[in-house]
């Protein structure tokens, strides 16, 4: 009689297998999808070309040419919106790859090795983490100058924080464990130890914070758009388009604060699906 030995699937396996039964993460997956193709490709979708305007046909209601009317400018709204779109985007998955980089880095080398090393970098965190994230943020901006280079930077400069805290718990845990006593045995050195073992067991804590970080950078990149200090005209971001539209509340134009917010709000909900799809498919048991 022969026996058949089945081999047991591997970790990634079994978190892809836990994320796409997490009906709420995939529906978040899916519209996220759908919104990035639209906005990335909006040089091809949009009905309109960016920023292009008919001022002689200036505000108008939806139509069959304008599906969500146009604005002052006479700019197709949905277009804009597209292409504000692509600007939001961008800001926030390059906020949180940068932040979650730079955290990740710092975290683990805090964690690792200690002293020193530990006390400088979470007295830094500290200090971040003490100042008020708004005014400094718009402070910086405005001396820096409101291009996607300068918010990117700035918001990812204050957004590192969380993540290298996390990161240094997870380290300080994952150090005493018999693998890294055995890698240390070995000889493999501090950056082996980092790369190959401690960072593949980060791996669902950096998965997690990145998803969030990005719902977070977009809300920032709105809220300091809305107040003047984010994107500037002629280019559009959704928090500029808010910013720009709120003095039509209560009009019968109010659809033009309202696409803009309704956006973000979908895009943060899918994000943050995601990332709890991510969170139970990496820590199983873990309780929230």
Not at 36 to 43: L, Q, V, W
Not at 64 to 73: M, Q, R, Y
Not at 176 to 204: C, Q, W, Y
Not at 213 to 220: D, E, G, H, P, R
Request: with cysteine.
């Amino acid at each position: 009689m022969s026996a058949t030995l089945e081999h047991a699937p591997s970790q990634w396996v079994l978190v892809r297998r836990r994320f796409f039964r997490h009906k709420l993460a995939v529906t978040g997956l899916v519209l996220l999808a759908v919104l990035a193709i639209c906005c990335f490709g909006a040089t091809w979708i949009a009905p309109f070309p960016e920023n292009q305007q008919d001022l002689f046909l200036g505000s108008t209601g939806p139509s069959a040419e304008h599906w969500l009317g146009t604005d002052e400018l006479g700019r197709d709204f949905l277009s804009e919106l597209l292409f504000a779109g692509r600007v939001s985007l961008t800001i926030g998955i390059a906020v949180a790859l940068l932040a979650t980089l730079v955290g990740t880095v710092l975290g683990s080398i805090a964690g690792y090795l200690g002293g020193w090393a530990d006390e400088l970098i979470m007295r830094t965190v500290d200090l971040f983490l003490i100042v008020p994230a708004i005014a400094v943020l718009a402070l910086a901006l405005q001396g820096l100058g409101s291009t996607t280079v300068t918010i990117v930077l700035v918001l990812a400069a204050l957004g590192w924080t969380f993540i290298a805290r996390v990161a240094r718990s997870q380290v300080l845990s994952l150090r005493e464990k018999e693998f890294i006593d055995a890698a240390k045995v070995l000889g493999a050195s501090t950056m082996r130890i980092l790369v190959r073992h401690m960072l593949p067991n980060l791996a669902g804590v950096i998965a997690v914070n990145i998803s969030l970080s990005v719902a977070t950078a977009i809300i920032l990149e709105s809220t300091l758009s809305f107040l003047g200090f984010g994107v500037q005209p002629p280019q559009s971001s959704w928090g500029n388009m808010l910013s720009q539209a709120a003095g039509l509340l209560g009009t019968s134009q109010v659809y033009l604060l309202v696409f803009p917010g309704l956006f973000i709000l979908v895009t943060v909900l899918c994000v943050n699906f995601i990332g709890d799809g991510l969170r139970d498919a990496f820590d199983p048991h873990a309780k929230h």
